[in-house]
């Protein structure tokens, strides 16, 4: 079997990206937020509309990890303009969401993705990579400092009832 085959989405796929972001977190996060709030969040976050409107701005920058054989999603990255809460500063670039099933972690995937986003910051002529990571998400922040990255800042992120601390991590490009 071939590993998955990255490549740019668009809006055509807000329900590829729909289904692949809520089964990443519904993954991710079911052992920690309850059904209703966890529901509630991927209905607003990983609606097709809400992937529809990712694709459509300009600003944006999305990519489907899928199978070549089904063209079925395993994993996306989205990069955008931050929105965090630090001070930023031109040139800078958010890598919002990535997330791979847990199938296909640990086999270079999500580093092909980062780089891949990190490729076209560059050429968009970005010139600081920025990401918030859960906190207490030690394979993810490894593997986020392995790549280059250093904590700048921190974060309250709310799920529902749900209340994580998490880092924010960058790295100069």
Known sequence: MSGPVIRRAGPDDAAALSMIGAATFLESFAHMIGV????AHVGAKNSVDAWRGFAQDPDNAIWIAALPA???PVGYALLTEPDLPIETRDGDIELRRIYILSKWQGGGLGRRLI???IGHARAAGKRRFLIGVAGDNDSAIGFYRRMGCEQIGTRQFQVGETLFDDLIVGMDL
Not at 36 to 39: K, L, R
Request: overall charge negative; aromatic content about 0%; glycine content about 0%.
């Open 70 to 72: 089904t063209a079925v």
């Open 115 to 117: 780089e891949t986003a």
């Open 36 to 39: 209703a709030d966890i529901v």
